[in-house]
């Protein structure tokens, strides 16, 4: 009954829920840490939870589905048009848009990246090629370029390792690759690297004059909307009207349309969960120094720690009410821990002490 290609795939698994945790090994909700999918500890704007709990009584009515108020706040926030803007059901949404707008025949992407570039590619029956670094190394994708991919993806930065490129390198590869070539630039955690160094801010209104760059951005992580399902591509207008084809109509809900333009209007918020994943991740650093473990310099809100043996660590960690994501996966032996409070890292350390 169904296509050769969908009998290949595997279903994608992502972070293991606090539910399962609860029901495998009888840990108490309360005592679960969840730091695997990269939410923000801090939840979300107490601004979002108060808007969006007086407009429950509007469920029964589909939403607006120009977005106009969400476009609108985002137009200004970035320095675009309306026109330059498609939203989706996550940046998942408008990157699965991307690959059927495109059908290429092949990918290119670094070796280690996230996951849903592969399996998006693939379900289109796409070649993968990937550069052999974990890192993005320039270099490499421009060797590649003679493979002719369709779509280039750059995720900057990069989960689940954390680094970020610089803009003016991203910016000089861009020039270099044929403008009938896709670059899709994932911003995911574009908030905390800016927030970290300028040298990795990427301004969506630069790559307007692009014809062939598409920036994708998200409310899951800095903004603490992952429940909600809200993401975005900033395009030039020929691309997001491409895009817009692909579209099921009203793909976003009253609700999470309220708390994404909600979440935009209160960057204090935004700020204060920046600054303080920061603080926290030094004392992530500091830890590794004292235990002699090797991590990767991060520009987001986790941090990839090599160990031992990943798979027997993090399977530890989750006896204990401790969820991190494991990269056996990825071929590295290493853990990506999403930064949580200061309470949460405190017990993580304290159990990961007498691990390590
Ligand atoms: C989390 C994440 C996304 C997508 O998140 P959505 O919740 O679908 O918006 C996209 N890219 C990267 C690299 C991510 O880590």
């Not at 840490?33 to 704007?45: Q, V």
């Amino acid at each position: 009954m169904f296509s050769q290609k969908l009998e290949k795939l595997t279903t994608y698994e992502a972070g293991k829920p606090i539910e399962l945790v609860v029901r495998e090994y009888g840990i108490k909700p309360k005592d679960i840490i969840k730091l695997a999918s990269n939410e923000n500890p801090y939840g979300c704007s107490k601004k979002v939870q108060e808007e969006v709990s007086k407009i429950v009584d509007q469920m029964s009515v589909y939403p607006d589905d120009s977005m106009y108020e969400l476009k609108e706040a985002l137009s200004k926030k970035f320095s675009v048009n309306d026109k330059n803007i498609i939203i989706g059901a996550g940046s998942d949404q408008v990157l699965e848009f991307a690959i059927h707008a495109v059908e290429p025949k092949k990918v290119l992407m670094a070796n280690t990246t996230f996951a849903m570039y592969e399996i998006y590619a693939k379900h289109i029956g796409a070649e993968i090629l990937k550069t052999e670094s974990n890192f993005h190394n320039l270099d490499e994708f421009r060797e590649k370029l003679s493979d002719n991919p369709d779509i280039i993806f750059l995720c900057l930065p990069n989960n689940p390792v954390g680094e970020c490129l610089d803009w003016n390198d991203v910016e000089k590869f861009i020039q270099e690759v044929d403008e009938n070539v896709l670059i899709i630039i994932d911003g995911a955690y574009q908030e905390y690297a800016s927030f970290k160094n300028s040298n990795k801010k990427i301004e969506p209104k630069d790559i307007l004059k692009y014809k062939n760059i598409l920036y994708t951005g998200t409310f899951s992580k800095a903004y603490g909307l992952g429940g909600m399902r809200v993401g975005y591509g900033i395009a030039n207008e020929y691309i997001i009207s491409n895009l817009y084809k692909l579209r099921p109509p009203f793909n976003i809900t009253t609700l999470s349309l309220k708390a994404s333009i909600v979440a935009l209007s209160d960057e204090e918020f935004v700020n204060e969960s920046i600054k303080n994943n920061f603080i926290e991740m030094k004392r992530y650093e500091e830890f590794c120094k004292e235990k002699n473990l090797k991590y990767i310099e991060s520009y987001t809100n986790f941090i990839t720690i090599f160990v031992e043996d990943s798979t027997k660590l993090s399977d530890k960690l989750l006896k204990k009410g401790i969820i991190v994501r494991n990269l056996a996966g990825y071929k590295m032996n290493a853990i990506r821990i999403t930064i949580g409070t200061t309470k949460q890292n405190d017990k993580v350390f304290e159990i990961l002490k007498e691990m390590v």
